[in-house]
């Protein structure tokens, strides 16, 4: 190997180096800025909840795991676990700072849909969903939001991306899309 050959292969190694140190650089920025769009949805969120507490006073607020849980209306009896049976009606929004019903993106409850202007016509779209907490597959924050509800609870159940589809963009949700999910508790039970 002559020396202009030893000179092109140091360049090139080089390069490699320079292009992987810019690629991870990359990488941890795209990481960084993405904790911080996070962060300012969980802010968002908080503001939301403040508002709303100033608004009504009777509403309570649960925080568990990144998904805050704003009480509409109480319910009463046993809190859901992990593990136990729970019957609800659902809207799930994209959480632009605040609840917008044009920002549904899926519902099993018709009254949610008719507010939103879907089409209602197929009536048996809109069936209660009968699950087990603990075996049921759903996002982070869906389920962190739901332990603790009681029987004839309704809800808010908010979060940032983070605790959703992250990344990803699913069906009407665009990817990092902070979510409100408007609950409507009809039954909380054991798994006996």
């Known amino acids: 190997m002559n020396i ?21 650089a990359g990488l941890s920025c795209t990481k960084e800025s993405l904790e911080l769009e996070y962060t300012r949805q969980e802010d968002n969120i908080d503001k939301y909840i403040t508002n709303l507490l100033k608004q009504d006073t009777t509403m309570r607020v649960t925080y568990n795991g990144g ?14 676990e992990d593990g136990n049976n729970v019957s609800f ?3 799930g929004y994209i959480f632009t700072n605040n609840f917008n019903k044009n920002n549904l993106f899926q519902t099993n409850d018709i009254e949610q849909a008719k507010a939103s202007g879907w089409d209602t016509s197929d009536e048996s779209r809109f069936q209660v969903l009968n699950i087990n907490l603990g075996e049921y597959p759903m996002i982070e924050g869906l389920r962190n939001g739901l332990v603790g509800v009681k029987e004839g609870e309704e809800c808010y159940i908010i979060f940032s991306g983070k605790r959703g589809f992250g990344n990803r963009s699913v069906g009407r ?12 508790v009809q039954f909380v039970g054991s798994n006996q």
């Not at 202009?4 to 991870?24: P, S």
């Not at 998904?67 to 009463?76: N, Q, Y």
């Not at 949700?173 to 999910?181: E, K, R």
């Open 4 to 24: 202009l050959q030893k000179t092109d292969m140091k360049r090139t190694v080089i390069h490699a180096l320079a292009a992987i140190t810019v690629l991870v």
């Open 67 to 80: 998904a805050s849980r704003v009480t509409l209306k109480a319910g009463e009896g046993p809190a859901l």
């Open 89 to 91: 009606f659902w809207g």
């Open 173 to 184: 949700i665009p990817s990092n899309s902070a979510l409100l999910y408007y609950v409507k």
